[in-house]
DNA sequence: GTTTCCATTTAAAACGTTTTAAATTTTCTG
DNA sequence: CAGAAAATTTAAAACGTTTTAAATGGAAAC
């Protein structure tokens, strides 16, 4: 744990740092006013039953003695935690970032938190939060599985007792709600437009094969092409993973084996960005030799240059969408189906295409 | 809350989520093994005066109840949450949410949880998540206090009772743990590179004026100017307050007081290349005409045209080691003291300068 | 066969809150 | 002013865990 920034220290002030002086707590506030500790609970909770009078002294001490509520104490009583918990990914990524601006706008409008993990793709490392998060740590669940999880046994097992909304990142092997956005019509949207800008050949670069992500977004580029009277040509889909430094090799992959290609599509707006770097270092004109449309409308498709044509997909929606199906499904589990919403994309039309 | 995208429910497949079997507890596990809880908890603690053999057929028993901990008891007897609390102004930017998954990879190496809460550079919601967040929810919090914050006796009260790291945006009025990047070093080193370009005057777009990084960084630009015997003219300073959208008017706004600026020195990444956009616009040469230099090392960083110059100030690092800093103070309280990491800047050298 | 000692296990209290059921006080009715 | 009704407060139990202090049982020592 020590590295050598721990070299940087200066001391500011020669004073040592002390807390936790006990916190007062509801008996506290009873004893000082010569009153039971359940008229305290009360009080504070605004029940009917407690006098004004009483609930103006309450409120009064508990300020004067900085009272707050023992979360621990009230959560193991109610068996509420007013938290939820969230297993990403990555945290640092424009969409999940995004996403989780969402959900803390929603969670925090209803007085809940968010308890956010980072699992890093990692499929033991997503079993261990969840399995954390779900021991009375949270009231539910948003989540978006790791690109390695293969085994939904033992999550759909954990995920069974618990409230779970699914975003992005879903399987129909865990029968919940599902947050999603318009894969497959986004990819729809952006292959036809590349289509539409007169004859020639489309070439996809594709996500890792077994997001549904992925897999959606492929299905929209391949029925756009049908629809077209264009036939599929696996020559001209690459597979990237994500991964902007298998771009080029994909983009030369694919202009080795069709030099006459007009248009590219790629999973997202970043591999897009890889592919119009490597395209402009070929002295190839963007959009009138190749046309590149992205997905995701990240704030740099707005800066590169040609300015990115993309889908946007708005993140931040998708993350209140699923925030409030989750509070919907903890605090009203009756109604609760298994279903999927789905949020709308929108072509934004740059000059790349 | 109903929004429009209600409209867009599929069912996917007709029946309802059932959820919350009581979990089992450490009692189940006592009564089915025949033994008393204490000997249950302590087995599962690996306590060293269980018999081996007991605490195999715990460990099993648990196993096979699907037992995990109620973290909410657990917690109100040991008076540990095993959970940091993180106030940010804002998850969906790039420097916090790459700060976040530093904080992210220490807390998890450590067994600790993040609860992290988003302030909209708000001070109200600010105290309120702080004060909710202390209220026996974590065990420390990692902090970056907003931009509106102006009262801080009423925040250095509440956490004058729990351990608090502060970071990048630092306040001296409480006296704790401060990580910050070098922001003055690396204002300094930016400055320095374009007066070593040439002669000519350098302009710089600051931050709020209110926060200690931009202080720092107007600072280093400063003293970078005095050290070369260049008087600081304040026609060349304008503030954009982290705001893209007022960058083109300052930047009107110099070149019309100094038509000869020869380079510009921005507050962060977002802000220079916004400069770099409305300076293109106005078909002025970078860097030969105007030198850009930004602050942060953003990604877009890379892709602008041309590249943008700019600083790296690891944000991933500052988080790392800000939650490092939280778990000592934490669980080596004795040790405590008020003090500051500065986390190491480097001038990253691409196109624009 | 006691006694001592050690290794294990246990009962019970505690953490701070909420809540049920009962008790107390106040107000109303005639 | 008694008695009923209503309003307000309270005692005590409960949530699931950890932990102190005490108990149990068996082996070793005499």
Known sequence: METSADNFFFGLLPFTVYFRIMPATIKDIAQSLGISPSTVSRALNDH??????TKK?????ARKLHYSVNQAASGLRTNKTFSLGVVVPQISNYFFSSVLGGMQKVASENDYQLLICQTNEKEDEELRYVQSLVSGRVDG???SISQET?????????LSDTPVVLFDRTSEKIPTIHVE??????AYLATRHLISRGPGKIAHLGGPRKLTVSQNRLRGYKDALEENNIS???GLLAHCEFDIKKVPEAVDKILAAHPEVKGIFAVNDEIAIEAILA????????PEDIAVVGFGDYPIARIVEPNLTTISHYPAKIGERATHHLLKLINHREEAAVMKEVIPCELINRDSA
């Open 48 to 53: 009917p039953q407690i006098k004004d009078e």
């Open 57 to 61: 002294a309450v409120r009064e001490m």
């Open 141 to 143: 669940l948003l989540m």
């Open 150 to 158: 293969q085994n939904f046994d033992r999550l759909a097992e954990i």
């Open 181 to 186: 956005a318009e894969d497959y019509r986004g």
């Open 232 to 234: 599929f040509d696996p």
């Open 279 to 286: 395209l402009k270092k070929k002295n190839i004109r963007i």
